[in-house]
């Protein structure tokens, strides 16, 4: 009996192998015998898939540099003239003594419990970043004449802290003053949220043009074989059996139609990300890495073409 059972059982797996085999070489047969349809619905699958490509690509980067600009806002927390809050000595008199005010505001920044890190930054290393920025006729600044203040640069854990950090620091004795950005971090952290929320409603926009745009061009091949398909009901063939080379049929025009937008998308993104990502690295943001957003991109736009 346990003998029968695997013989029964080698025999449906051959069956359903060689079925298998069978409706793959009459699917690759019908695309060659339609051609004109299939290069019409290929060419459709590849449009399709190549403005989806390129509009997701375009949405994801943008709501991540958006993100990436919303994590960047810093507190900048400007320690008065005559604090020297991170110097642990002082000159008193002509005398070199302890600083007993040492690390007391970056204490205090420090003790938040919504403060993630606080870097200082002194008047000299900003000065030399303005004259970097502004240009040589800042130089005149140079020395005693430096007008700018010792600072602390704080990074909040999210950015919804930044606020709330600004008004805790304002409180600290020896702040001369505190800068968070004001109304335009309100609006950058708006404008961050709506390109997140509205990306995706595009992006899911996109994806269900495509499954519409797809199917419907699958579905003309289909109708325009009716008559085929009666025939073989006729002479007693099941659906499923009927089904499956279509099945395979629209894989294919799918996974065809995937081929000239990936190579697209690879050659595209590479060539815009080496030419605006060192900008945007400057500024702290980036985009996607190449590396694995574009095989994610291409792997998408495979499994849309062939799965629908």
Same mark, same amino acid.
Do not use: C
């Given at each position: 009996?346990?003998?029968?059972?695997?013989?029964?059982?080698?025999?449906?797996?051959?069956?359903?192998?060689?079925?298998?085999?069978?409706?793959?070489?009459?699917?690759?047969?019908?695309?060659k015998r339609n051609g004109w349809m299939t290069v019409a619905a290929v060419s459709s699958v590849m449009i399709t898939l190549t403005l989806v490509a390129?509009?997701?690509?375009?949405?994801?980067?943008?709501?991540?540099?958006?993100?990436?600009?919303?994590?960047? !806002?810093?507190?900048?927390?400007? #320690?008065?003239?005559? %604090?020297?809050?991170? +110097?642990? @000595? $002082?000159?008193?008199?002509?005398?070199?003594?302890?600083?007993?005010?040492?690390?007391?505001?970056?204490?205090?920044?420090?003790g938040m419990s919504t403060v993630k890190s606080v870097t200082f930054s002194s008047k000299e290393e900003q000065y030399e970043k303005l004259t970097e920025t502004m240009g040589d006729n800042w130089k005149i600044f140079e020395g005693d004449a430096n007008p700018l203040y010792d600072a602390y640069i704080v990074d909040t854990n999210?950015?919804?802290?930044?606020k709330t950090v600004?008004?805790?620091?304002?409180?600290?004795?020896?702040?001369?003053?505190?800068?968070?950005?004001?109304?335009?971090?309100?609006?950058?952290?708006?404008?961050?949220?709506?390109?997140?929320?509205?990306?995706? !409603?595009?992006?899911?926009?996109? #994806?269900?043009?495509? %499954?519409?745009?797809? +199917?419907? @061009? $699958?579905?003309?091949?289909?109708i325009s074989r009716s008559r085929e398909i009666q025939i073989m009901r006729l002479v007693g063939a099941k659906n499923s059996y009927i089904r499956?080379?279509?099945?395979?049929?629209?894989?294919?025009?799918?996974?065809?139609?995937?081929i000239i937008p990936s190579g697209l998308i690879y050659l595209l993104y590479h060539m815009v990300y080496s030419s605006l990502n060192p900008d945007f690295v400057k500024g702290g943001i980036s985009m996607y890495d190449p590396e694995w957003f574009v095989y994610a991109v291409i792997g998408t736009l495979f499994a849309v073409g062939i799965i629908i």
């Open positions: 009996m346990a003998v029968s059972f695997v013989t029964k059982l080698k025999e449906n797996m051959d069956t359903m192998i060689s079925r298998f085999f069978r409706h793959l070489f009459e699917s690759l047969k019908s695309l390129i509009f997701a690509s375009v949405i994801f980067n943008t709501a991540k540099l958006a993100t990436d600009i919303e994590n960047n !806002v810093r507190v900048m927390v400007y #320690i008065r003239k005559d %604090v020297a809050d991170n +110097s642990e @000595t $002082i000159e008193k008199e002509g005398q070199t003594v302890t600083n007993n005010d040492y690390h007391k505001v970056y204490d205090a920044l420090k999210t950015p919804s802290d930044v600004a008004e805790e620091a304002k409180k600290i004795e020896g702040v001369s003053e505190v800068q968070d950005g004001g109304a335009n971090t309100e609006r950058l952290f708006k404008l961050a949220s709506f390109i997140r929320v509205w990306g995706l !409603v595009i992006a899911g926009l996109l #994806i269900f043009i495509a %499954v519409f745009l797809i +199917s419907n @061009t $699958i579905r003309i091949t289909i499956r080379p279509y099945l395979m049929e629209g894989a294919w025009i799918g996974a065809l139609g995937a």
